[in-house]
C-alpha cells in the first residue's frame, strides 16, 4: 500500500511542480550563464593590457558570485536542498579590498564558476527530458479525443536519423484508449523522473555551492579566561600557624 501511495501520490506532491520548474528554468539560466561568462572572460582577458579589462574582469567576477549566490538560493527555495553558507567568514567591518581577497580565497568562488558554465549542458538535459516526457504524455492521454474529433488515424513516429518511421498506428477507439491509460502511468513515470533528476542537481548544487570548511572556533573573552584560569588553578597550602613565642630548645626540661 505504501509502494501505492507513493507512486501515485507524486502528482499531489508540491515539491514535484518545484523540481519541474527548477528543471524547466536550468535551460534558460543556463545559456545566459554560458553566454554572459564566456562573453566577459573574452573580453577582459585580452584587454588587461590596457586595463579596461581588468574593470570589466571584476565586474563579471562580482557578476558571478551574485549568480552563484542567486543559485545557491534558487536550489534551496525549488529543491528544498540544505545547502551551507558561501563563506564561513564574518566579513563585517571588513573593507571592500579585504572582502575582495576573502571572495578569491573562498573555493566556493571557483566551485560556483564551474557550476555556472556546467549549467548549460545540464539545462539542455534537464529541458529535454521535461519536455519529452511531458509531451509524450500529454499526446497519449489525448488520443481519444483526437481520435474522435479530429482525425481517426494517429501515428506515434520515430526520427531514426533520416526519416521519421511509425511506431505505433491508432486507428480505432479501443486503441486509442489504451493509449490514454499508457499515458496517465507515463505521467506518474515522468514526475518520478523529474524528481530523481532534481535530486541530483540538488545534490550537484550543495557539493558545488556551500562551503563546508569548519568555522574557526570562537573567541573567548579574556575575563572567562581569567575566571577558568583562577578556578582550574591549584589551591595553594593553608600557611603553618606559628606559635606566638619562639620554640624553645627541646632539650632542655620545663623542671630546669
Known sequence: MDAFEKFFGVVARGRTYSNTLYLLLSFPLGIFYFVFLVTGLALGIPLLILWVGLIILVAVFAAW??????E????????GED???????????????????AALANPVTWKGLVFLFAKFPLGILSFVVVVTFVSLSAA?????VYYRYFNPQIELVSWNGLLWNPVWVIDTLPEAV?????????MFVSLHIFNGLAWVSGKFARVMLGNFSAPAAAAVPAGVVSAVDAYMAPVAPAPTELPAHPLEDPSKSDLE
Not at 545557491?72 to 529543491?79: H, S, V
Not at 566579513?91 to 571592500?96: D, I, M, R, T, V
Not at 493509449?179 to 496517465?184: E, T
Open 65 to 70: 558570485y551574485g549568480l552563484v549566490a542567486f
Open 83 to 101: 545547502i551551507p553558507p558561501m563563506t564561513r567568514q564574518d566579513l563585517s567591518g571588513k573593507n571592500l579590498w579585504q572582502k575582495f581577497t
Open 178 to 186: 489504451t493509449a490514454c491509460l499508457i499515458g496517465v502511468v507515463l
Open 72 to 79: 545557491r538560493q534558487m536550489a534551496i527555495g525549488l529543491l
Open 140 to 144: 497519449l492521454i489525448a488520443a481519444p
